[in-house]
């Protein structure tokens, strides 16, 4: 028995252990092996945030649904309006937040919370074919109260009545532009009120006695395409927004984030923490505003 047993393991050593080598081994169960990369975090919950903007900023509002969307997973229902109204719908809970395009009052920098974002410009426009190339405080006061009512008046080699064209009551580009020359909210017979930048400079562009104003951007634009304008100097300045930095020109204005005062609302942070990204600013300049932060 001794023998037959070496006999058995000189063979196995010899012949068998080595083609069993070659086999394949059966994995046995095993534990599963521990994770080498720590798991992602799972994308922040979809969040939607009510947000009103002014008829100035509505273009740059509209350009930033999708990115919020995309890279920060915020739904964001929009609607435009004029400043005065944004204000009112974000203090009555009608909005979460607003893009305004005015400096706020004292009392409502004590009942809002403001993110100054970027700054803009207001040009006064006539058509190319008046005479008129600079104007003062006082010649435009008396032009919108109704005072200067023909351009015989204004002594610039032009005649026939002013048809003076301005805004909403309820924008933040009329706030600006009443505050600055002093000029009444009621209109006087003779005053075209018109909604947006884009049909002011419509409507100067077809009508050689108009005299309006709009946005930088809104004037640069129209240009490109073709529209009889022409920008006049107040106080020999007529700046882009990016102007805005280095002078003291009167129809300068921020363009800001507010909300109330308190707890934020769910996803303004997200709203603010991308406005103030480079892609944020960046949207800002392409839609005639100068950032705050340069890109």
Not at 92 to 99: N, Y
Request: glycine share 6%; net charge positive.
């Amino acid at each position: 028995m001794a023998r037959s047993a070496l006999h058995w393991a000189h063979w196995r050593a010899l012949i068998i252990a080595p083609v069993l080598a070659t086999l394949p081994v059966a994995a046995s169960p095993a534990a599963p092996a521990a994770s080498t990369t720590a798991a992602k975090s799972p994308p922040p919950a979809a969040t939607t945030l009510r947000l009103a903007s002014s008829a100035t900023a509505s273009a740059f509002a509209r350009n930033i649904l999708v990115p919020l969307k995309q890279g920060h997973a915020l739904e964001i229902n929009l609607s435009t309006t004029g400043s005065e109204t944004a204000l009112e719908d974000v203090r009555a809970g009608r909005a979460d937040a607003a893009l305004v395009s005015r400096k706020l009052t004292a009392a409502e920098e004590v009942e809002f919370r403001t993110l100054p974002l970027a700054l803009d410009s207001l040009l006064l426009i006539v058509n190319e074919r008046n005479p008129l190339e600079r104007a003062d405080a006082a010649l435009i006061r008396g032009i919108f109260s109704r005072q200067i009512a023909d351009w015989r008046q204004v002594g610039a080699g032009n005649s026939g009545a002013i048809v003076p064209v301005t805004r909403r009551p309820t924008y933040g580009t009329r706030t600006l532009f009443d505050n600055t020359f002093g000029v009444g909210r009621i209109i006087p017979t003779g005053i075209v009120e018109l909604a947006s930048n884009l049909a002011t400079v419509l409507y100067v562009g077809a009508d050689p006695q108009a005299i309006g104003y709009v946005s930088a951007a809104a004037f640069d634009d129209a240009l490109q395409h073709g529209l009889r304008i022409k920008a006049l100097k107040l106080n020999g300045l007529s700046p882009s927004a990016a102007g805005c930095r280095q002078t003291d020109y009167p129809l300068c204005r921020p363009i800001s984030l507010i909300r109330k005062q308190g707890r934020a609302a769910r996803g303004h942070e997200r709203l603010e923490s991308f406005l103030l990204s480079d892609e944020g600013q960046t949207l800002l300049e392409q839609n005639g505003f100068a950032p705050m932060k340069k890109p």
